[in-house]
Nanobody, 122 residues
Framework: VQLQASGGGLVQAGGSLRLSCAVSRDTSSSYAMGWFRQAQGSEREFVAAINRGDGMTSYAASVRGRFVISRDNVNNMVSLQMNSLKPEDTAVYYC????????????????WGQGTLVTVSS
């Protein structure tokens, strides 16, 4: 499985961005998909995930209510809609694929995209 993340950029606090992850093949029934982020000098952390099959979602507490993860099974895309962005959301965002059920740790994901930088200015 190959993943290609895009959509990052510079946005002011309070603004919105939509990240996309193009997946090389249909993963709707076999892979959960997740978004992680890594700020400079910090470890990579979980942001959001969407399950295979039932589409159940999970969010980090820091983004719940502001971010929405979704998947387009027809076009093999996973998106992360980010609203009410804060400077602390600044990071490189990665999409990832997991054969396990809705994992929230990096160790649960075997395939990773290259990352896209999101910068939120105050």
């Amino acid at each position: 499985v190959q993943l290609q993340a895009s959509g990052g950029g510079l946005v002011q606090a309070g603004g919105s961005l939509r990240l996309s992850c193009a997946v090389s093949r249909d993963t709707s029934s076999s892979y959960a998909m997740g978004w992680f982020r890594q700020a400079q000098g910090s470890e990579r952390e979980f942001v959001a995930a969407i399950n295979r099959g039932d589409g159940m979602t999970s969010y980090a507490a820091s983004v719940r209510g502001r971010f929405v993860i979704s998947r387009d099974n027809v076009n093999n895309m996973v998106s992360l809609q980010m609203n009410s962005l804060k400077p602390e959301d600044t990071a490189v965002y990665y999409c990832a694929a997991s054969k396990a059920w809705l994992r929230t740790t990096t160790s649960g994901y075997m395939y990773w995209g290259q990352g896209t930088l999101v910068t939120v200015s105050s």
